[in-house]
């Protein structure tokens, strides 16, 4: 499989502080990559220097095999981009703002109905966007971004602030994008996101990658426990090794019906990512 | 082009909305309507209002409007958008240019209607307009280039636009006004104006509002490159 976006060596510094440090991956295409990391990791700082807003001081990043310091219309034709803070225009309607961009983009306007349907805003398509909720907005940004069938979306936390039915309902739509092959770079700092809808993962911390892979190899490379927490009918727990000299114990247990539930100790994305930095995600 | 018309389409929906930048082009020429019938004053001028507020429509509201739109693109990060959306620098100040160029004439056109002028002098006067209009837009397009917010455009276009808007006012009053007002092309529109029915342009008129382009145009080619739009 081909790379959507490539990375080497990229490094960024505003001042004297460097924000991005010597940052390498590819991103394959046709997968959702998340780029996990707390507030103020780098994570905008590289979609900027992967969309062309910014150039990195060191190394260098290629997108759909270009060079991203000189992106032409045919590159940025087929980008999608949601950004932190939405771009929208707030005196215009959900309607009016997504004809805009059908102009721009050169996609017939009947197509802006069909998105509006599919991402739940159809209903409100006169509404303002000052009048939106944050979910709206999100969601209006998305569907913005959605407009020109672009190859690769670029998401800046999407799911931001957002209450769970919204989020999975960005999920679902994240999901059927990318099984129409599009491929989805996303930063977040939610460990749930990353473990649920991401095939490939990057923790970054303070402009350094910490850690990358998918994220249930990552959760199982931090498993240092490697136990079984078994929960018993009765309400007694119990730990027991993952491995064979287990196996007698649980078919017991199985037999005479006792188990309520039984989990492993892998660690979440984000307790490994505690591991690795001594903080958490938010 | 056809950014450039979506950009124009955006932007006439987004004046109707938005009653800060609407108020700018329809002021003066309401004023105008208002002080040409109901001001009657022995021995004043000829068309004295209507000339006073073209000239102050001229050296206001392109330029505030124009510093507005811009700035404000800027700090909601709405024109950050739009360049990763394949829309050229070049392309969306001509379609915000164009359309506050466009509002801006006619607001013009109904101030020299209320002039009641004939045929031609209404064409020398829209031309006068238009110099006046583009030389305007150039500067606010300047500062909405390199302001980050719309306060902080704000704060630049108070005091030039009180330059270029009451000025020629001024220097109807005070001669020594009069003398340093010469330089500015809004001063020269004023003469212009003033002088529209025996029109005949002199080196003076022509130098100085050449002269405002050359450097307005020289400014807005180094703060667009050093400042860049997004």
Redesign the interface.
Known sequence: MSNAIMANGLSVKFADNWVLNNISFEVQNGIIFGLLGPSGAGKTTLIKLLTGQLQQDHGSAELLGKDTRRLTALEHEQIGAMMDNYGLYDRLSVYDNMSFYADIYRVPHSTIIDILKSIGLYEARNTAVSKLSKGMKNRLSLARALMNNAKILFLDEPTSGLDPATTKEIHDILVEQKKKGTTIFLTTHNMFEAESICDYVILLSKGHIIEHGKPTDICRKYNHLNKLHVTLKDGMELMLENDSTSASAIKEYLEKNLIEAIHSTEPTLETAFIELTGKGLE | M??I??IF??QL??TL??KTVLIQFVMFPIMTLITNNAIKIQEMPENFFVILFATMYIGMAPLTSIASIISEEKE???L????????KPHEYLLGIGSYVWFACMLGGLVICTVGGYDLQTSIAFMGIIAIGVLTSLLIGAIIGICSKTQMMATSITVPVMMIFSFVPMLSLFNSTIEKIARVIYSEQISRMLNQINSLQLNVENIGVIGLNILIAAILFIFIFKKCKL?
Not at chain 2, 80 to 87: A, D, F, G, H, T
């Open positions: 056809n950014n018309v979506a389409k955006k929906k987004d909305r938005n909601k990060n709405t950050r958008v739009l360049i990763m959306s394949n829309v997004s």
